[in-house]
């Protein structure tokens, strides 16, 4: 049972163009979401996130879009740069009895900007 | 300041055999999680410590799969009669303690079952 799907392995893009990745959820418990990036070999390093009661958060060149309704999660990265080359997974935080905090991750996208 | 520190990076083991991989938190955090990433997939969640307890244990795919955390800090994943479906990258991360705050990971650790 994959609660956050993240539909498209892989995405290319232009430098200077915009990246979109996409994330569904099927769990209306879920109320934080969060964005990470991974590059090969390395532990993946959180980017940003989105509480629940917000529609859209933004940190430079990353914004991240919430649409609750759909249950769907979007990431923007506005311009893209080869730098931004990375796997990109999507995680949400279920509202819990327990509130452990864990993160229930996507597969992931492999995002590749071209020079 | 020091991030969380995965030991080893790499670890080749025959079938079989046991293994022990370790996490070293960030100072003061006291929430820990170990996840696992196979080939080709997301990272799927094995155990939640709080402090030394583990109240989330849901994730460990099989009685062969235990770990502790000695101190509020050092934890330690044991697999034991390791198969070869057991390759994957372990991966550490910690929080302070807040909800709704990012995870931190480490680097990992490469498990290769031969």
């Known amino acids: 049972d994959q609660q956050v799907k993240q539909n498209s392995p892989s995405l290319s893009v232009q430098e200077g163009r915009i990246s979109i990745l996409n994330c569904d959820y099927t769990n209306s418990m879920f109320d934080y979401f969060l964005w990470y990036k991974k590059y090969p070999a390395e532990g993946p390093t959180f980017l940003i996130s989105?509480?629940?009661?917000?529609d859209k958060n933004e940190d430079g060149r990353f914004t991240v879009f919430l649409n609750k309704s759909a249950k769907h999660l979007s990431l923007h990265i506005v311009p893209s740069q080869p730098g931004d080359s990375a796997v990109y997974f999507c995680a949400a935080s279920p509202i819990s009895s327990s509130n452990t905090g864990k993160l229930i991750f996507g597969q992931g996208t492999t995002l590749q900007v071209k020079p | 300041g020091a991030g969380v520190s995965q030991s080893p990076s790499n670890k080749v083991t025959e079938k079989g055999k046991d293994v022990e991989l370790r996490c070293d938190p960030i100072s003061g955090h006291t929430a820990l999680y170990w996840y696992r990433q196979s080939l080709g997939q997301g990272l799927e969640f094995l155990i939640y410590?709080?402090?030394?307890?583990?109240?989330?244990k849901s994730g460990l795919p099989s009685d062969r799969f235990s770990a502790e955390r000695t101190g509020g800090s050092v934890s330690t994943l044991t697999i034991q009669r390791t198969q070869q479906e057991d390759s994957a990258v372990y991966l550490c991360?910690?929080?302070?303690?807040?909800?709704?705050?990012?995870?931190?990971f480490g680097n990992g650790t490469r498990l290769t079952v031969t």
């Open positions: 410590f709080q402090g030394n307890s583990a109240p989330d």
């Open positions: 989105i509480s629940s009661i917000k």
């Open positions: 991360a910690t929080r302070e303690g807040t909800y709704n705050s990012p995870l931190h």
